[in-house]
């Protein structure tokens, strides 16, 4: 068969679909990135979530639905969750050591987070220097460039045009291109949701944008961040405010190990009230445990033993994005993304600790198939308009002249960890002309209750109505 297909973006999700694509026969296979080792895959610092056995599968569902307050499409979670055992025996195939003893993360029942070997800390890395081998060892062609948009003749998809003008024709297109977690001031990473601002304008549908992660501990010193894992809090690490102050069990009878949404609300709160907030790691012995972590802050003069660590909760993981079907595929002929780019409903409200990696790994398996069907004239189901979905029209006019540096400010402030009605509008007032910034927080307003890591200081309950939110571009 000779199809072309492009993908974009070279994290997990785009290298695992560009390798499972040589390995089901497809020479003709093209990835376009801005960076080979950008992205959020290679500072992953926990594991990969996979049910320890058979019998482990349901209670792994469970928790992935109990965390995503079962707005995730149920066949999805049991679809994917089926299918990890498979995404890590194809890792480990590819030369992945995992750790022989399973990890407990926030939200999981059992033990079940698989960790890398030799660096614990360092899953990221241990997983993609394996694809970016295998991409070499198989011939697959990479190519440095920028996204421009996504070309489309009728209802389906051409190729894209990159930022520098050149055009790449293609049969398909996996967008790849990861979160938007960038668009932030504080952020543990840097997506900028450009794949899902270039399929919007190409007719796709996007889903759940107001369904935004963030992570309470991140390590701030001199302006560089660095995410400081659940884990150090789970040997001991305490939170302490400006005043000197251990406040997390005056929120939480849990304290320090409550969960995320709670933990980055604590800290927010008391980053307002007193100035600062600090972790205490003085008890643990980072250098044996965090390798990674104590790096960072050693080689930024700080003493883990001795010295308070000045801390900032960021954006860290982004759950809205373009609406797929559980093989990927949009609105849109030939148009796939997988990966953090995606909403594929596997994660509901909120995201299960380590379920990222895995929903890319399952993701690229799929979505090969799913190319495949499509290139020997498969039908393409559109991924159908839910009976509670909520469609919204856009305008996507081309933004001009926008400060990203002062839309960033307005999402951390208006648009983040605490939201309200007031703060909203006005973020929608100032962000407009900045296309994705403004539909996160249209998206915020409009779902006036809080649920999984949406929260409403106006309405801080939920009632249980269960819907979601999708932009559509009036004038693509
Ligand atoms: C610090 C940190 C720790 C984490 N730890 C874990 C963990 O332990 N377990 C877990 O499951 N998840 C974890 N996550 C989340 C997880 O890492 C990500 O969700 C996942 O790696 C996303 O993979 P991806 O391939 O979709 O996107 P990414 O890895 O973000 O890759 C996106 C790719 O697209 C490219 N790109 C972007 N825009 C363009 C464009 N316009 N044109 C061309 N190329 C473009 C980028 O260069 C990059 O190559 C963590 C995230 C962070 C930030």
Redesign the pocket.
Known sequence: MHAKLVI????????SAAIRAREEGLNDVVV??????????????????VPIDSSDVESHVNDTLAAGRHLNDGWVVWGYIGFARESLNWLVKHGFEPCARRSLEGGHSRAR?VRARIGGDK??EAVMSILTKAVEELGVQVVE???GGVEVNGDRVMGVV??DGDVVRADAVIL????Y?GLYLYS??D??G??IE?ALRAGALVRDLEFVQF?PTVAMINGDLF?V?EAVRGEGARLVNKDGEYFMSKYDERAELATRDIVSRAVYAELIRTGGVYLDISSIDLEDKFPTINDFLRARGVRPDRDLVPITPAA??TIGGIAVDALGRSNVKGLFA?????SSLFHGANRL????????LVQSYLVVRAFKAYVNGGVWNTPAIGRYDLVVDAECREADGVDLNMARDLMWRYVGIVRSEEGLRRAIDELEGSLLPSLVARAAIIRRESVGVHYRADSPNWSGTKFHILFRCHSP
């Open positions: 974009i973006g070279s994290g997990i999700a785009g290298l376009v990135t801005r960076d080979l080792r950008g992205g959020s895959s290679w500072k992953a610092q926990g594991g990969i979530a987070v899953i990221g460039g920028r996204l990159l930022e790849a291109t990861g979160g977690s543990t990473n997506g900028d450009s794949g270039a992570h995410l894992s860290h993981y997988i990966g953090e780019t995606s600790a380590s379920n990222s990696l895995l929903e890319a």
